[in-house]
């Protein structure tokens, strides 16, 4: 078995000559063909990430996962999720198709089907990311972030939400993306401030022919699925903040049928106890980095953060025809709680 923080030290050796890119705050060098648009940056990196013709660490496979997720749940006979740890590395595995070994410095990913390669990129940027910030003490929200002038406002991800469009009706009117999907959050003296991720978004056909009046010339995400990549920037939509910002508010949005809630729109705010289960609840890896034990420091980050940032319901009509209102609705609301 080869020693993984080793494993990460070459890595990073390794990735002196590759690529350096900005994302989630920090210095990625790769030499993996990304296909979505990642911001590029020089200087020493924090991280490298790159294909392994084979395992770093073997053995492993007969170990007790710290973490499994629900068969039942999954719909399958085996978990399709799981968590091993050999010393300072995690290894996350997706059954049948790939197996992630995260270590301080380094991520590493071996495709146990060739032919899954597109989802090399696809968890990396979600999964096997958000759980490496967690390991570093970084709580990652399942979320798509824009910065008005008075600083991020956080569009929780929800089964009847629809965040990035709310993201982007809110980028229709000149402002930055932060983030599209994932939200790494930090506290920076007394200040709560969210990272930037990277300039792109991802949306599905009819989002995508609303805001940029195309989409058949977008990349498809995933082959199974129609949703498009769709750049940010000159190119595409908006524009992107490049830089930390501090938070201004939490957003739940529920989406309602017009005909049974009719037009009009409301922001109600969250009880403290309702506030902290959303965050916890909407955290993007929360079963994992419960069964890694990392959930106290959380939970008293997420207190903490509460002392100065709302966390709010925004309850709207469907149909992109009623989100112009809703911009309007959600700048009104935050000048109010200034």
């Given at each position: 078995?080869?020693d993984?923080?080793?494993?990460?030290?070459?890595?990073?050796?390794?990735?002196?000559?590759?690529?350096?890119?900005?994302?989630?705050?920090?210095?990625?060098?790769?030499?993996?063909?990304?296909?979505?648009?990642?911001a590029?940056?020089?200087?020493?990196?924090?991280?490298?990430?790159?294909?392994?013709?084979?395992?770093?660490?073997?053995?492993?496979?007969?170990?007790?996962?710290?973490?499994?997720?629900?068969?039942?749940?999954?719909?399958?006979?085996?978990?399709?999720?799981?968590?091993?740890?050999?010393?300072?590395?995690?290894?996350?595995?997706i059954?049948?198709?790939?197996?992630?070994?995260?270590?301080?410095?380094?991520?590493?990913?071996?495709?146990?089907?060739?032919?899954?390669?597109?989802?090399?990129e696809?968890?990396?940027?979600?999964?096997?990311?958000?759980?490496?910030?967690?390991?570093?003490?970084?709580?990652?929200?399942?979320?798509?972030?824009v910065?008005?002038?008075?600083?991020?406002?956080?569009?929780?991800?929800?089964?009847?939400?629809?965040?990035?469009?709310?993201?982007?009706?809110?980028?229709?009117?000149?402002?930055?993306?932060?983030?599209?999907?994932?939200?790494?959050?930090?506290?920076?003296?007394?200040?709560?401030?969210?990272?930037?991720?990277?300039?792109?978004?991802?949306?599905?056909?009819?989002?995508?022919s609303?805001?940029?009046?195309h989409?058949?010339?977008?990349e498809?995400?995933?082959?199974?699925y129609?949703?498009?990549?769709?750049?940010?920037?000159?190119?595409?939509?908006g524009?992107?903040?490049?830089?930390?910002?501090?938070l201004?508010?939490f957003?739940?949005?529920?989406?309602?049928?017009?005909?049974?809630?009719?037009?009009?729109?409301?922001?109600?705010?969250?009880?403290?106890?309702?506030?902290?289960?959303?965050?916890?609840?909407?955290?993007?890896?929360?079963?994992?980095?419960?069964?890694?034990?990392?959930?106290p420091?959380?939970?008293?980050?997420?207190?903490?953060?509460?002392?100065?940032?709302?966390?709010?319901?925004i309850?709207?009509?469907?149909?992109?025809?009623?989100?112009?209102?809703?911009?309007?609705?959600?700048?009104?609301?935050?000048?109010?709680?200034?």
């Amino acid at each position: 078995m080869r020693d993984s923080l080793q494993t990460g030290r070459e890595s990073l050796s390794m990735g002196q000559d590759w690529p350096i890119y900005s994302i989630y705050g920090f210095k990625l060098a790769s030499d993996f063909p990304f296909a979505n648009r990642l911001a590029k940056t020089s200087g020493e990196p924090d991280l490298t990430f790159r294909l392994v013709d084979a395992p770093p660490i073997v053995g492993w496979e007969e170990d007790t996962p710290t973490y499994a997720s629900s068969p039942e749940l999954d719909g399958a006979e085996e978990s399709v999720l799981k968590i091993y740890r050999r010393g300072n590395c995690h290894i996350l595995r997706i059954t049948g198709v790939l197996d992630y070994y995260i270590a301080p410095d380094s991520i590493a990913c071996y495709l146990v089907d060739p032919h899954h390669e597109y989802l090399a990129e696809i968890h990396f940027l979600g999964l096997a990311f958000s759980l490496w910030l967690e390991l570093r003490g970084i709580p990652a929200l399942h979320a798509s972030a824009v910065v008005v002038e008075y600083g991020a406002v956080v569009f929780l991800s929800t089964n009847k939400g629809g965040k990035s469009s709310l993201a982007a009706t809110l980028m229709q009117a000149g402002y930055p993306l932060l983030t599209d999907d994932l939200l790494p959050l930090e506290q920076y003296r007394e200040k709560f401030l969210g990272r930037p991720g990277y300039p792109q978004m991802r949306m599905w056909p009819d989002q995508a022919s609303y805001f940029l009046g195309h989409y058949e010339d977008l990349e498809i995400v995933h082959p199974a699925y129609s949703k498009r990549r769709v750049p940010v920037g000159a190119d595409g939509l908006g524009t992107f903040c490049r830089e930390p910002a501090p938070l201004a508010c939490f957003y739940l949005p529920e989406r309602r049928d017009p005909a049974e809630w009719g037009e009009g729109i409301e922001t109600r705010p969250l009880s403290r106890t309702e506030a902290l289960m959303s965050l916890v609840g909407q955290s993007f890896v929360p079963h994992t980095v419960e069964a890694l034990g990392l959930q106290p420091q959380r939970i008293g980050f997420f207190a903490r953060l509460l002392s100065q940032v709302p966390v709010r319901r925004i309850i709207y009509p469907e149909g992109y025809e009623h989100l112009p209102q809703v911009r309007r609705c959600i700048l009104s609301d935050l000048a109010r709680l200034q």
